[in-house]
Protein backbone atom coordinates (compact mmCIF):
# COMPACT_ATOMS: atom_id res chain seq x y z
CA UNK A 1 0.00 0.00 0.00
CA UNK A 2 2.78 2.56 1.35
CA UNK A 3 4.87 1.45 -1.47
CA UNK A 4 2.01 1.92 -4.43
CA UNK A 5 1.31 5.42 -2.90
CA UNK A 6 5.01 6.40 -3.00
CA UNK A 7 5.67 5.34 -6.57
CA UNK A 8 2.64 7.17 -7.65
CA UNK A 9 3.33 10.51 -5.76
CA UNK A 10 7.27 10.15 -7.47
CA UNK A 11 5.44 9.72 -10.41
CA UNK A 12 3.40 12.76 -10.29
CA UNK A 13 6.20 14.78 -9.02
CA UNK A 14 7.87 13.60 -12.32
CA UNK A 15 5.38 15.12 -13.77
CA UNK A 16 4.74 18.27 -12.07
CA UNK A 17 8.64 18.95 -12.27
CA UNK A 18 8.56 18.44 -15.88
CA UNK A 19 5.57 21.08 -16.56
CA UNK A 20 7.11 23.45 -14.27
CA UNK A 21 4.65 23.43 -11.26
CA UNK A 22 7.01 22.96 -9.30
CA UNK A 23 8.75 26.31 -10.49
CA UNK A 24 5.90 28.08 -10.90
CA UNK A 25 4.50 27.55 -7.18
CA UNK A 26 7.96 28.53 -5.53
CA UNK A 27 8.35 31.73 -7.86
CA UNK A 28 4.46 32.86 -7.01
CA UNK A 29 5.32 32.36 -3.46
CA UNK A 30 8.82 33.82 -3.32
CA UNK A 31 7.71 36.98 -5.04
CA UNK A 32 4.33 37.65 -3.64
CA UNK A 33 5.97 36.90 -0.07
CA UNK A 34 9.08 39.52 -1.17
CA UNK A 35 7.02 42.03 -2.27
CA UNK A 36 4.72 41.74 0.73
CA UNK A 37 7.35 41.86 3.48
CA UNK A 38 8.91 44.87 1.65
CA UNK A 39 5.76 46.98 1.85
CA UNK A 40 4.74 45.00 4.89
CA UNK A 41 7.31 46.44 7.29
CA UNK A 42 7.13 49.67 6.25
CA UNK A 43 4.33 50.60 9.19
CA UNK A 44 5.85 49.04 12.43
CA UNK A 45 6.43 50.00 15.97
CA UNK A 46 3.47 52.00 16.79
CA UNK A 47 1.45 48.64 17.20
CA UNK A 48 3.52 46.90 19.61
CA UNK A 49 3.99 43.95 17.67
CA UNK A 50 7.32 42.65 16.10
CA UNK A 51 8.62 43.54 12.51
CA UNK A 52 8.20 39.62 11.49
CA UNK A 53 4.77 38.98 13.41
CA UNK A 54 3.34 42.52 11.08
CA UNK A 55 4.65 40.88 7.85
CA UNK A 56 3.13 37.33 9.38
CA UNK A 57 -0.06 39.50 9.18
CA UNK A 58 -0.02 40.20 6.01
CA UNK A 59 1.18 37.17 4.67
CA UNK A 60 -1.60 35.29 5.89
CA UNK A 61 -3.51 37.61 4.29
CA UNK A 62 -1.77 36.98 0.76
CA UNK A 63 -1.91 32.87 1.08
CA UNK A 64 -5.70 33.12 2.07
CA UNK A 65 -5.74 33.77 -1.62
CA UNK A 66 -2.67 32.53 -3.24
CA UNK A 67 -2.36 28.92 -1.32
CA UNK A 68 -5.83 28.10 -2.52
CA UNK A 69 -5.05 29.21 -6.14
CA UNK A 70 -1.61 27.64 -6.59
CA UNK A 71 -3.36 24.02 -5.03
CA UNK A 72 -6.29 24.10 -7.24
CA UNK A 73 -3.95 25.05 -10.48
CA UNK A 74 -1.64 21.77 -9.62
CA UNK A 75 -4.96 19.69 -8.87
CA UNK A 76 -7.57 20.05 -11.29
CA UNK A 77 -6.56 18.21 -13.66
CA UNK A 78 -5.30 15.34 -11.27
CA UNK A 79 -8.36 13.23 -12.94
CA UNK A 80 -10.22 14.87 -15.96
CA UNK A 81 -6.81 14.52 -17.38
CA UNK A 82 -6.23 10.81 -16.80
CA UNK A 83 -9.48 10.50 -18.44
CA UNK A 84 -9.40 12.95 -21.08
CA UNK A 85 -5.67 11.35 -22.14
CA UNK A 86 -7.15 7.92 -21.63
CA UNK A 87 -4.12 6.62 -19.16
CA UNK A 88 -6.99 5.74 -16.73
CA UNK A 89 -8.50 2.71 -18.00
CA UNK A 90 -4.82 0.55 -17.99
CA UNK A 91 -3.87 2.59 -14.84
CA UNK A 92 -7.07 0.87 -13.10
CA UNK A 93 -6.53 -2.47 -14.08
CA UNK A 94 -3.25 -2.40 -11.82
CA UNK A 95 -3.44 -3.85 -8.88
CA UNK A 96 -4.10 -0.48 -7.36
CA UNK A 97 -6.92 1.24 -5.24
CA UNK A 98 -8.21 4.14 -6.22
CA UNK A 99 -8.07 6.11 -3.22
CA UNK A 100 -4.28 5.34 -3.46
CA UNK A 101 -3.68 6.26 -6.76
CA UNK A 102 -5.17 9.95 -4.77
CA UNK A 103 -3.28 10.09 -1.96
CA UNK A 104 0.15 9.63 -4.18
CA UNK A 105 -1.03 12.44 -6.46
CA UNK A 106 -1.97 14.31 -2.29
CA UNK A 107 1.81 13.20 -1.38
CA UNK A 108 3.20 14.91 -4.25
CA UNK A 109 1.35 17.54 -4.93
CA UNK A 110 1.39 18.85 -1.15
CA UNK A 111 5.31 18.64 -1.00
CA UNK A 112 5.51 21.02 -4.21
CA UNK A 113 3.07 22.50 -1.82
CA UNK A 114 5.26 22.75 1.10
CA UNK A 115 8.67 23.65 -0.78
CA UNK A 116 6.98 26.57 -2.37
CA UNK A 117 5.69 27.76 1.21
CA UNK A 118 8.76 27.30 3.05
CA UNK A 119 10.55 29.29 0.26
CA UNK A 120 8.55 31.99 0.33
CA UNK A 121 7.72 32.93 3.84
CA UNK A 122 11.55 31.91 4.09
CA UNK A 123 12.14 34.13 1.45
CA UNK A 124 9.97 36.60 3.71
CA UNK A 125 11.40 35.59 7.07
CA UNK A 126 15.09 36.34 6.24
CA UNK A 127 14.38 39.78 4.55
CA UNK A 128 12.92 40.74 7.47
CA UNK A 129 15.19 39.27 10.43
CA UNK A 130 18.02 41.02 8.39
CA UNK A 131 16.73 44.21 8.11
CA UNK A 132 15.37 43.74 12.49
CA UNK A 133 17.45 41.22 14.30
CA UNK A 134 15.13 41.64 17.17
CA UNK A 135 12.35 40.34 15.18
CA UNK A 136 13.16 36.74 15.74
CA UNK A 137 10.05 36.91 18.66
CA UNK A 138 7.64 36.96 15.27
CA UNK A 139 9.15 33.44 14.18
CA UNK A 140 6.45 31.47 16.48
CA UNK A 141 3.47 33.62 14.57
CA UNK A 142 5.50 31.78 10.92
CA UNK A 143 5.84 28.37 11.88
CA UNK A 144 1.80 28.54 12.80
CA UNK A 145 1.45 30.64 9.54
CA UNK A 146 3.74 27.47 7.60
CA UNK A 147 1.86 24.88 8.77
CA UNK A 148 -1.54 25.72 9.18
CA UNK A 149 -0.62 26.87 4.75
CA UNK A 150 0.15 23.50 4.49
CA UNK A 151 -3.33 22.32 5.78
CA UNK A 152 -5.28 24.98 4.24
CA UNK A 153 -3.20 23.31 0.54
CA UNK A 154 -4.23 20.03 1.11
CA UNK A 155 -7.65 20.64 1.98
CA UNK A 156 -7.64 23.11 -1.83
CA UNK A 157 -6.17 20.14 -3.44
CA UNK A 158 -8.78 17.72 -2.23
CA UNK A 159 -11.39 20.09 -3.59
CA UNK A 160 -9.37 19.92 -6.87
CA UNK A 161 -9.16 16.85 -6.91
CA UNK A 162 -13.11 16.28 -6.41
CA UNK A 163 -14.23 18.75 -9.11
CA UNK A 164 -11.29 17.15 -11.17
CA UNK A 165 -13.56 13.56 -11.08
CA UNK A 166 -17.21 15.49 -11.11
CA UNK A 167 -15.85 17.62 -14.65
CA UNK A 168 -14.50 14.48 -16.20
CA UNK A 169 -13.10 17.06 -18.77
CA UNK A 170 -10.06 19.28 -17.95
CA UNK A 171 -11.68 22.23 -19.71
CA UNK A 172 -14.53 21.91 -16.97
CA UNK A 173 -12.84 20.72 -13.91
CA UNK A 174 -10.68 23.84 -14.63
CA UNK A 175 -13.87 26.35 -14.66
CA UNK A 176 -14.99 24.74 -11.76
CA UNK A 177 -11.80 25.43 -10.28
CA UNK A 178 -11.59 28.97 -10.80
CA UNK A 179 -15.44 29.47 -10.07
CA UNK A 180 -14.71 27.55 -6.59
CA UNK A 181 -11.96 29.85 -6.11
CA UNK A 182 -13.38 32.81 -6.77
CA UNK A 183 -16.86 31.76 -4.43
CA UNK A 184 -14.98 30.51 -1.77
CA UNK A 185 -12.21 32.86 -1.18
CA UNK A 186 -13.33 36.16 -2.73
CA UNK A 187 -17.35 36.07 -2.44
CA UNK A 188 -17.74 34.44 0.02
CA UNK A 189 -16.28 37.19 2.35
CA UNK A 190 -18.04 39.95 0.37
CA UNK A 191 -21.26 38.30 1.03
CA UNK A 192 -20.78 38.05 4.71
CA UNK A 193 -19.48 41.79 5.04
CA UNK A 194 -22.45 42.67 3.12
CA UNK A 195 -24.79 40.46 5.73
CA UNK A 196 -23.11 41.71 7.86
CA UNK A 197 -23.70 45.51 7.14
CA UNK A 198 -27.37 45.25 6.49
CA UNK A 199 -27.82 43.32 9.77
CA UNK A 200 -26.51 45.90 12.08
CA UNK A 201 -25.84 43.92 14.86
CA UNK A 202 -28.82 41.87 14.61
CA UNK A 203 -29.16 37.62 14.84
CA UNK A 204 -26.88 36.99 12.17
CA UNK A 205 -23.75 38.62 12.85
CA UNK A 206 -24.32 37.14 16.54
CA UNK A 207 -24.61 33.85 15.23
CA UNK A 208 -24.67 32.72 11.83
CA UNK A 209 -21.96 34.90 10.93
CA UNK A 210 -19.17 33.09 13.27
CA UNK A 211 -20.30 29.79 11.86
CA UNK A 212 -20.26 30.94 8.10
CA UNK A 213 -16.64 31.91 8.78
CA UNK A 214 -15.78 28.31 10.36
CA UNK A 215 -17.22 26.66 7.63
CA UNK A 216 -15.10 28.28 4.89
CA UNK A 217 -11.38 26.44 4.95
CA UNK A 218 -10.06 30.06 3.63
CA UNK A 219 -11.61 32.39 6.26
CA UNK A 220 -10.79 29.54 9.19
CA UNK A 221 -7.22 29.64 8.24
CA UNK A 222 -6.94 33.40 8.11
CA UNK A 223 -9.16 33.50 11.52
CA UNK A 224 -6.98 31.30 13.57
CA UNK A 225 -3.08 32.79 12.48
CA UNK A 226 -4.89 35.75 13.35
CA UNK A 227 -6.19 35.13 16.78
CA UNK A 228 -3.35 33.24 17.46
CA UNK A 229 -0.53 36.13 16.25
CA UNK A 230 -2.97 38.47 18.22
CA UNK A 231 -2.10 41.06 15.49
CA UNK A 232 -5.71 40.79 14.44
CA UNK A 233 -5.80 44.85 14.59
CA UNK A 234 -2.93 44.89 11.24
CA UNK A 235 -5.55 43.30 8.95
CA UNK A 236 -8.89 44.13 7.76
CA UNK A 237 -12.11 43.16 7.19
CA UNK A 238 -13.15 40.06 8.25
CA UNK A 239 -10.54 39.65 10.32
CA UNK A 240 -12.14 42.30 12.93
CA UNK A 241 -14.34 39.17 13.91
CA UNK A 242 -11.65 37.08 14.98
CA UNK A 243 -11.93 38.13 18.82
CA UNK A 244 -15.37 36.63 18.82
CA UNK A 245 -14.73 33.10 17.77
CA UNK A 246 -12.57 30.87 20.08
CA UNK A 247 -8.77 29.76 18.94
CA UNK A 248 -10.00 26.23 19.35
CA UNK A 249 -13.01 26.43 17.17
CA UNK A 250 -10.96 27.93 13.80
CA UNK A 251 -7.95 25.17 14.96
CA UNK A 252 -10.40 22.75 14.20
CA UNK A 253 -11.99 24.05 11.06
CA UNK A 254 -8.25 24.09 9.56
CA UNK A 255 -7.65 20.55 10.77
CA UNK A 256 -10.59 18.68 9.76
CA UNK A 257 -11.17 20.43 6.05
CA UNK A 258 -8.23 18.53 4.44
CA UNK A 259 -9.64 14.63 5.82
CA UNK A 260 -13.94 16.10 4.67
CA UNK A 261 -12.06 17.28 1.51
CA UNK A 262 -10.16 14.05 0.92
CA UNK A 263 -13.17 11.96 1.90
CA UNK A 264 -15.34 14.15 -0.69
CA UNK A 265 -12.42 13.52 -3.47
CA UNK A 266 -12.37 9.69 -3.13
CA UNK A 267 -16.29 9.74 -3.26
CA UNK A 268 -16.26 11.58 -6.45
CA UNK A 269 -13.48 9.53 -7.84
CA UNK A 270 -15.06 6.49 -6.96
CA UNK A 271 -17.75 7.41 -9.42
CA UNK A 272 -15.22 7.97 -12.43
CA UNK A 273 -16.06 5.18 -14.70
CA UNK A 274 -13.06 4.98 -17.06
CA UNK B 1 -15.14 -29.28 -22.21
CA UNK B 2 -15.86 -29.56 -18.52
CA UNK B 3 -12.08 -30.46 -17.70
CA UNK B 4 -11.06 -27.06 -19.54
CA UNK B 5 -13.51 -25.03 -17.66
CA UNK B 6 -12.13 -26.56 -14.24
CA UNK B 7 -8.66 -25.00 -15.68
CA UNK B 8 -8.77 -22.16 -17.90
CA UNK B 9 -7.61 -19.43 -16.96
CA UNK B 10 -10.83 -17.52 -18.09
CA UNK B 11 -14.37 -18.31 -17.94
CA UNK B 12 -17.45 -16.17 -19.70
CA UNK B 13 -20.43 -17.44 -20.07
CA UNK B 14 -23.92 -16.13 -20.89
CA UNK B 15 -22.46 -12.63 -20.62
CA UNK B 16 -24.77 -9.82 -22.35
CA UNK B 17 -24.28 -5.95 -22.10
CA UNK B 18 -26.11 -3.10 -23.62
CA UNK B 19 -25.42 0.21 -23.75
CA UNK B 20 -28.41 2.52 -23.52
CA UNK B 21 -30.52 0.88 -26.59
CA UNK B 22 -27.42 -0.66 -27.85
CA UNK B 23 -26.70 -4.10 -27.50
CA UNK B 24 -22.82 -4.58 -27.90
CA UNK B 25 -22.25 -8.10 -26.13
CA UNK B 26 -25.38 -11.11 -26.46
CA UNK B 27 -24.67 -14.10 -24.60
CA UNK B 28 -21.07 -14.92 -25.06
CA UNK B 29 -19.47 -17.69 -23.61
CA UNK B 30 -16.09 -19.01 -24.16
CA UNK B 31 -12.77 -20.03 -22.26
CA UNK B 32 -9.39 -19.50 -22.53
CA UNK B 33 -6.65 -22.39 -21.18
CA UNK B 34 -3.19 -21.89 -19.80
CA UNK B 35 -0.73 -21.60 -22.72
CA UNK B 36 -3.46 -21.08 -25.39
CA UNK B 37 -3.57 -18.02 -27.53
CA UNK B 38 -6.89 -17.29 -28.60
CA UNK B 39 -7.85 -14.36 -31.14
CA UNK B 40 -11.21 -12.31 -31.37
CA UNK B 41 -11.92 -10.94 -34.67
CA UNK B 42 -14.92 -9.18 -35.89
CA UNK B 43 -15.72 -6.10 -37.93
CA UNK B 44 -15.47 -2.42 -36.31
CA UNK B 45 -18.44 -2.48 -33.31
CA UNK B 46 -18.42 -5.64 -33.08
CA UNK B 47 -17.94 -5.89 -29.19
CA UNK B 48 -13.96 -6.81 -28.67
CA UNK B 49 -13.13 -3.91 -26.44
CA UNK B 50 -16.48 -4.08 -24.63
CA UNK B 51 -15.93 -7.64 -23.88
CA UNK B 52 -12.03 -6.93 -23.10
CA UNK B 53 -12.75 -4.10 -20.67
CA UNK B 54 -15.93 -6.58 -18.81
CA UNK B 55 -12.87 -8.90 -18.56
CA UNK B 56 -10.88 -6.27 -16.52
CA UNK B 57 -13.81 -5.48 -14.56
CA UNK B 58 -13.79 -1.54 -16.06
CA UNK B 59 -17.20 -1.82 -16.65
CA UNK B 60 -20.02 -3.99 -15.47
CA UNK B 61 -21.57 -6.50 -17.56
CA UNK B 62 -25.62 -6.57 -17.19
CA UNK B 63 -25.45 -9.93 -17.12
CA UNK B 64 -23.70 -13.63 -17.48
CA UNK B 65 -20.66 -14.64 -15.59
CA UNK B 66 -16.94 -13.87 -15.49
CA UNK B 67 -14.26 -15.45 -13.83
CA UNK B 68 -10.53 -14.52 -14.25
CA UNK B 69 -8.13 -16.85 -12.85
CA UNK B 70 -10.68 -17.85 -10.20
CA UNK B 71 -11.75 -13.99 -9.03
CA UNK B 72 -14.24 -11.25 -10.07
CA UNK B 73 -13.04 -9.50 -12.67
CA UNK B 74 -11.47 -6.03 -11.50
CA UNK B 75 -10.96 -7.69 -8.04
CA UNK B 76 -7.33 -7.26 -6.66
CA UNK B 77 -6.99 -10.61 -6.90
CA UNK B 78 -7.95 -10.61 -10.32
CA UNK B 79 -5.74 -7.89 -11.24
CA UNK B 80 -2.63 -8.97 -9.94
CA UNK B 81 -2.89 -11.56 -12.63
CA UNK B 82 -3.54 -10.21 -15.34
CA UNK B 83 -2.39 -7.72 -17.83
CA UNK B 84 -4.15 -5.69 -19.60
CA UNK B 85 -2.76 -3.46 -23.37
CA UNK B 86 -5.69 -1.03 -24.56
CA UNK B 87 -6.24 -0.33 -27.70
CA UNK B 88 -4.97 3.13 -28.54
CA UNK B 89 -2.59 2.72 -25.43
CA UNK B 90 -1.90 6.12 -23.82
CA UNK B 91 0.50 7.57 -21.17
CA UNK B 92 1.16 10.70 -19.86
CA UNK B 93 3.38 12.52 -22.56
CA UNK B 94 5.71 14.13 -19.72
CA UNK B 95 7.44 11.14 -18.38
CA UNK B 96 10.12 9.48 -20.50
CA UNK B 97 9.35 5.40 -21.23
CA UNK B 98 11.86 4.33 -18.70
CA UNK B 99 9.74 6.32 -16.01
CA UNK B 100 6.32 5.03 -16.89
CA UNK B 101 7.82 1.25 -16.84
CA UNK B 102 9.44 2.03 -13.53
CA UNK B 103 6.28 3.54 -12.23
CA UNK B 104 4.20 0.60 -13.77
CA UNK B 105 6.79 -2.25 -12.22
CA UNK B 106 6.68 -0.41 -8.61
CA UNK B 107 2.35 -1.03 -8.81
CA UNK B 108 3.32 -4.50 -9.80
CA UNK B 109 5.30 -4.58 -6.49
CA UNK B 110 8.27 -6.10 -9.16
CA UNK B 111 11.84 -4.92 -8.55
CA UNK B 112 12.47 -2.47 -10.94
CA UNK B 113 15.99 -2.82 -11.99
CA UNK B 114 14.05 -5.02 -14.77
CA UNK B 115 12.70 -1.49 -16.43
CA UNK B 116 15.63 -1.16 -18.66
CA UNK B 117 15.60 -4.93 -19.60
CA UNK B 118 11.60 -5.19 -20.50
CA UNK B 119 12.29 -1.87 -22.51
CA UNK B 120 14.75 -3.99 -24.40
CA UNK B 121 12.78 -6.58 -25.33
CA UNK B 122 10.12 -4.60 -27.12
CA UNK B 123 13.13 -2.86 -29.01
CA UNK B 124 12.95 0.81 -26.95
CA UNK B 125 16.21 0.49 -25.27
CA UNK B 126 17.61 3.50 -26.83
CA UNK B 127 14.62 5.82 -26.33
CA UNK B 128 14.43 4.77 -23.01
CA UNK B 129 15.08 8.25 -21.21
CA UNK B 130 13.31 10.54 -24.00
CA UNK B 131 10.28 11.89 -23.17
CA UNK B 132 7.00 9.84 -24.30
CA UNK B 133 5.61 12.82 -25.81
CA UNK B 134 8.27 12.13 -28.42
CA UNK B 135 8.01 8.62 -29.27
CA UNK B 136 6.34 7.56 -32.64
CA UNK B 137 2.55 5.77 -32.61
CA UNK B 138 4.75 2.51 -32.79
CA UNK B 139 6.86 3.15 -30.11
CA UNK B 140 4.11 3.92 -27.24
CA UNK B 141 2.86 0.77 -28.57
CA UNK B 142 5.68 -1.06 -27.70
CA UNK B 143 5.93 1.00 -24.24
CA UNK B 144 2.32 -0.66 -24.29
CA UNK B 145 3.58 -4.09 -24.59
CA UNK B 146 6.14 -3.49 -22.35
CA UNK B 147 3.81 -2.64 -19.18
CA UNK B 148 1.60 -5.76 -20.03
CA UNK B 149 4.63 -8.45 -20.08
CA UNK B 150 5.29 -6.99 -16.20
CA UNK B 151 5.52 -9.91 -13.74
CA UNK B 152 4.62 -13.04 -15.19
CA UNK B 153 0.38 -12.42 -16.08
CA UNK B 154 -1.55 -15.50 -16.03
CA UNK B 155 -3.40 -13.88 -18.65
CA UNK B 156 -2.94 -11.05 -21.20
CA UNK B 157 -5.56 -9.25 -22.67
CA UNK B 158 -4.29 -7.47 -25.68
CA UNK B 159 -6.66 -5.25 -27.86
CA UNK B 160 -5.09 -4.61 -31.10
CA UNK B 161 -1.89 -5.52 -30.02
CA UNK B 162 -0.13 -5.03 -33.54
CA UNK B 163 -2.51 -1.92 -34.12
CA UNK B 164 0.70 0.75 -35.54
CA UNK B 165 3.51 -2.00 -35.52
CA UNK B 166 5.62 -2.44 -38.65
CA UNK B 167 5.95 -6.27 -39.98
CA UNK B 168 9.18 -7.01 -38.41
CA UNK B 169 8.34 -5.93 -34.95
CA UNK B 170 4.65 -7.67 -35.51
CA UNK B 171 6.77 -10.77 -36.13
CA UNK B 172 8.68 -10.19 -33.14
CA UNK B 173 5.60 -9.28 -30.74
CA UNK B 174 4.12 -12.84 -32.05
CA UNK B 175 7.59 -14.42 -30.67
CA UNK B 176 7.38 -12.85 -27.47
CA UNK B 177 3.91 -14.27 -27.22
CA UNK B 178 4.78 -17.68 -27.87
CA UNK B 179 6.98 -17.66 -25.76
CA UNK B 180 4.55 -15.99 -23.14
CA UNK B 181 2.12 -19.19 -24.07
CA UNK B 182 4.65 -21.63 -23.53
CA UNK B 183 5.36 -20.51 -20.02
CA UNK B 184 1.73 -21.01 -19.53
CA UNK B 185 0.18 -17.50 -19.96
CA UNK B 186 -3.19 -17.23 -21.01
CA UNK B 187 -3.80 -14.57 -23.83
CA UNK B 188 -6.39 -13.07 -25.03
CA UNK B 189 -6.08 -10.78 -28.35
CA UNK B 190 -7.64 -9.09 -30.56
CA UNK B 191 -6.86 -8.34 -34.06
CA UNK B 192 -8.02 -7.10 -37.85
CA UNK B 193 -4.77 -8.41 -39.32
CA UNK B 194 -6.04 -11.92 -40.10
CA UNK B 195 -3.39 -13.42 -41.74
CA UNK B 196 -0.92 -12.98 -38.72
CA UNK B 197 -3.29 -14.16 -36.11
CA UNK B 198 -3.85 -17.17 -38.76
CA UNK B 199 -0.66 -18.38 -38.12
CA UNK B 200 0.35 -17.22 -34.51
CA UNK B 201 -2.89 -18.66 -32.40
CA UNK B 202 -4.44 -21.31 -31.58
CA UNK B 203 -8.19 -20.90 -31.54
CA UNK B 204 -10.44 -17.78 -33.43
CA UNK B 205 -13.39 -16.40 -32.38
CA UNK B 206 -15.41 -14.39 -34.41
CA UNK B 207 -17.49 -11.77 -33.04
CA UNK B 208 -20.55 -10.50 -34.70
CA UNK B 209 -22.74 -8.00 -33.64
CA UNK B 210 -22.45 -8.68 -30.19
CA UNK B 211 -22.84 -12.48 -30.62
CA UNK B 212 -20.17 -15.47 -31.14
CA UNK B 213 -20.62 -16.33 -34.62
CA UNK B 214 -17.88 -18.74 -34.64
CA UNK B 215 -14.96 -20.57 -32.52
CA UNK B 216 -12.12 -23.18 -33.18
CA UNK B 217 -9.60 -23.48 -35.25
CA UNK B 218 -8.68 -22.17 -38.45
CA UNK B 219 -9.68 -25.72 -39.75
CA UNK B 220 -12.09 -26.38 -38.35
CA UNK B 221 -14.06 -22.62 -39.24
CA UNK B 222 -12.79 -23.53 -42.95
CA UNK B 223 -15.00 -27.51 -42.50
CA UNK B 224 -18.09 -25.62 -41.08
CA UNK B 225 -17.90 -22.41 -43.21
CA UNK B 226 -18.04 -25.21 -46.21
CA UNK B 227 -17.36 -22.70 -49.02
CA UNK B 228 -17.10 -23.18 -52.71
CA UNK B 229 -13.20 -24.16 -53.65
CA UNK B 230 -12.20 -22.65 -56.34
CA UNK B 231 -9.90 -23.81 -59.67
CA UNK B 232 -8.34 -22.12 -62.19
CA UNK B 233 -8.15 -24.35 -65.48
CA UNK B 234 -5.05 -23.08 -67.85
CA UNK B 235 -6.33 -24.78 -71.35
CA UNK B 236 -3.53 -25.73 -73.61
CA UNK B 237 -4.00 -23.98 -77.23
CA UNK B 238 -6.87 -25.00 -79.11
CA UNK B 239 -8.72 -27.31 -76.55
CA UNK B 240 -10.40 -24.85 -75.19
CA UNK B 241 -13.60 -26.28 -76.43
CA UNK B 242 -13.02 -29.29 -75.13
CA UNK B 243 -12.75 -28.06 -71.82
CA UNK B 244 -15.63 -26.23 -71.91
CA UNK B 245 -17.77 -29.23 -72.87
CA UNK B 246 -16.34 -31.19 -69.51
CA UNK B 247 -17.48 -27.83 -67.59
CA UNK B 248 -20.21 -25.91 -68.97
CA UNK B 249 -20.22 -23.72 -65.78
CA UNK B 250 -16.87 -22.75 -66.27
CA UNK B 251 -16.12 -18.61 -66.32
CA UNK B 252 -13.25 -17.58 -68.76
CA UNK B 253 -11.19 -15.06 -67.35
CA UNK B 254 -8.40 -14.03 -69.81
CA UNK B 255 -6.80 -16.94 -70.88
CA UNK B 256 -7.76 -19.28 -68.18
CA UNK B 257 -11.20 -20.91 -66.86
CA UNK B 258 -12.67 -20.55 -63.66
CA UNK B 259 -13.98 -23.11 -61.91
CA UNK B 260 -16.20 -23.23 -58.07
CA UNK B 261 -17.00 -26.14 -56.64
CA UNK B 262 -18.30 -27.40 -53.10
CA UNK B 263 -15.97 -28.59 -50.97
CA UNK B 264 -17.12 -31.92 -51.04
CA UNK B 265 -17.25 -32.29 -54.40
CA UNK B 266 -13.64 -31.71 -54.57
CA UNK B 267 -12.36 -34.98 -55.41
CA UNK B 268 -15.02 -35.68 -57.76
CA UNK B 269 -14.20 -32.20 -60.00
CA UNK B 270 -10.29 -33.23 -59.44
CA UNK B 271 -11.21 -36.92 -61.20
CA UNK B 272 -12.86 -35.27 -63.85
CA UNK B 273 -9.88 -32.75 -64.20
CA UNK B 274 -7.55 -35.19 -64.24
CA UNK B 275 -9.13 -37.06 -66.96
CA UNK B 276 -8.60 -33.89 -68.95
CA UNK B 277 -5.05 -34.90 -69.44
CA UNK B 278 -2.85 -33.33 -72.12
CA UNK B 279 -5.64 -30.76 -72.68
CA UNK B 280 -4.45 -28.52 -69.81
CA UNK B 281 -1.25 -26.88 -69.40
CA UNK B 282 -1.64 -26.12 -65.31
CA UNK B 283 -4.44 -26.25 -62.70
CA UNK B 284 -4.66 -23.87 -59.69
CA UNK B 285 -6.78 -25.22 -56.63
CA UNK B 286 -7.98 -22.24 -54.83
CA UNK B 287 -9.13 -22.93 -51.35
CA UNK B 288 -11.34 -20.37 -49.56
CA UNK B 289 -9.08 -17.34 -47.87
CA UNK B 290 -9.29 -16.09 -44.38
CA UNK B 291 -10.90 -13.01 -45.52
CA UNK B 292 -13.59 -15.53 -46.89
CA UNK B 293 -13.86 -17.21 -43.64
CA UNK B 294 -14.26 -14.58 -41.66
CA UNK B 295 -16.95 -12.56 -44.15
CA UNK B 296 -18.84 -15.57 -44.01
CA UNK B 297 -19.37 -15.71 -40.23
CA UNK B 298 -19.23 -12.25 -39.60
CA UNK B 299 -22.04 -11.31 -42.25
CA UNK B 300 -24.37 -14.27 -41.33
CA UNK B 301 -26.31 -12.19 -38.61
CA UNK B 302 -27.03 -9.89 -41.77
CA UNK B 303 -23.92 -7.97 -41.14
N1 LIG C 1 -19.23 3.71 -23.43
C1 LIG C 1 -20.08 3.38 -24.42
N2 LIG C 1 -21.28 3.99 -24.51
C2 LIG C 1 -22.15 3.65 -25.50
N3 LIG C 1 -21.91 2.73 -26.43
C3 LIG C 1 -20.74 2.09 -26.40
C4 LIG C 1 -19.76 2.38 -25.40
N4 LIG C 1 -18.69 1.60 -25.61
C5 LIG C 1 -18.98 0.85 -26.70
N5 LIG C 1 -20.21 1.14 -27.18
C6 LIG C 1 -20.87 0.50 -28.32
O1 LIG C 1 -20.73 -0.89 -28.20
C7 LIG C 1 -20.47 -1.48 -29.46
C8 LIG C 1 -19.19 -2.30 -29.38
O2 LIG C 1 -18.07 -1.43 -29.29
P1 LIG C 1 -16.59 -1.95 -29.13
O3 LIG C 1 -15.72 -0.79 -28.81
O4 LIG C 1 -16.57 -3.07 -28.18
O5 LIG C 1 -16.27 -2.47 -30.60
P2 LIG C 1 -14.93 -3.15 -31.16
O6 LIG C 1 -15.30 -4.53 -31.58
O7 LIG C 1 -13.83 -3.01 -30.19
O8 LIG C 1 -14.66 -2.27 -32.46
P3 LIG C 1 -13.27 -1.80 -33.12
O9 LIG C 1 -12.80 -2.90 -34.00
O10 LIG C 1 -13.66 -0.61 -33.93
O11 LIG C 1 -12.32 -1.48 -32.03
C9 LIG C 1 -20.44 -0.35 -30.46
O12 LIG C 1 -21.69 -0.28 -31.09
C10 LIG C 1 -20.20 0.87 -29.62
O13 LIG C 1 -20.79 2.00 -30.20
MG1 LIG D 1 -12.07 -2.01 -30.18
Known sequence: MIARILATAANEFHIARRNRWVLIAVLLMVVFSLVLSAAGSAPTGALGADRLSVVVASLTSLSVYLVPLVALLMSFDAVAGEVERGTLPLLLTYPVARWEVLAGKLVAHTAILIVAILAGYGAAAVVTIVADPTATSGLVALWRLTWTSALLGATFLGIGYALSSLARRVSGAAGLAIGLWLGLVVLYDLGLLAAVVADDGGAFTTRVFPLALLANPADAFRLFNLTASQATAVAAGVGGAANAIPQWQSLLSVAIWPLISLVLAALAFRKVEP | ?303
Request: proline content about 4%.
Open chain 2, 1 to 303: MKDKLMTSTLTISQLTKTFGGVKALTDVSLSVAPGERVALLGHNGAGKSTLMKIILGLIPADDGKVSVCGAEPGNAEARAHVAYLPENAAFHSALTGLEQITYYMRLRNQNTSGAMGLLDRVGLGHAAKRRIGTYSKGMRQRVGLAQALIGQPRLLVLDEPTSGLDPVSRRDFYELLDGLAADGAAILLSSHALTEVEARTDQLLILSGGRLVAEGTLSELRREAALPVSMQLHPVNGYDADIMATFPDAIRVNSALHLTCLQDEKLAVLARISALEGKLSDVEVIPPSLEDIYSHFSRRDGQ
